[in-house]
């Protein structure tokens, strides 16, 4: 240790300042495994012999520090990739190393690191989703008193994945635990952007209803294309503020940016898709709901 590493033998003081002193062999003396063999150790007789009569010197690769888990000896070996997300990565290692590496008796293989959390943030998410999902539904209906008017909003949330994955698709973002946070919000969006809808086309129905403008299948079309394609401005100013709102982040560079845009990634896609179904499904679906009303009314 003290020939080839180094070993502290004193310290200097210099005013303030303290130094350590160090004593090695210089690097001339510890250049090569042949002249590392001369190295002299001392022995119980006081005499010096050269450390390679006694022992074989050689290089070896092996591990720079000996780690243990659980009282295991352990070894790391580090992954990264940029192809894939990390989940599906893994998947495709752990089929790999199954089919080409058999380990022998005492050894075990673990895969740890960000593949254990999205394995537990995926697990929780099977809860936190449903959960979600139950309490937007609860919240629409309280607020509509309608089963129907609620099953019409909840359909924005497929619909908005669909632009949600294509705009990830497009950023060339992967599956990750920020962007499962971006859909879960996009879930309320859609929500509060479909009960918009809706109101308008409340409305405008009501509003002939009241006129007696319902008299047959066309008045109710064109209550329903009064209330879908008349009002489209306050529509679209809606979904822009929200849109608006998220673009700059897109743009950011600044510290957590990364965390922030694959959270903003899906908000913004989503909110492309589900508003188009909002002006061009929602319509025909109230339209397929209310002719059913008038039929059963007239009938």
Known sequence: MTAIGGEPITQTIEGRERYTVNIRYPRALRENVDQLKRILIPTLTDSHIPIGEIADLEYKTGPAMIRDENGFLTGYVYLDTGESDIGGFVERAKSKVTESVNLTKGYTLVWTGQY??????????????????????????????????????????????????????????????????????????DAETGVFMLLYLDLSYNAAKRKGLLKNDLELKDAILHGAVKRVRPKIMTVLCAMMGLLPIMWSTATGSDMMKRIAAPMVGGLVTSFALELLVYPAIYYLWKRKELENYHG
């Open 116 to 189: 254990e959390n999205i394995i537990r943030v995926r697990e929780r998410m099977k809860l936190v989703i449903p959960i979600t999902l139950f309490i937007i539904f609860f919240l629409i209906y309280m607020n509509t008193k309608s089963y129907t008017k609620t099953l019409i909003v909840m359909c924005a949330v497929p619909f908005s994945l669909i632009g949600a994955v294509g705009f990830l698709y497009i950023l060339d973002y992967q599956m990750s635990i920020a962007v499962w946070v971006g859909m879960i919000a996009l879930m309320g969006l």
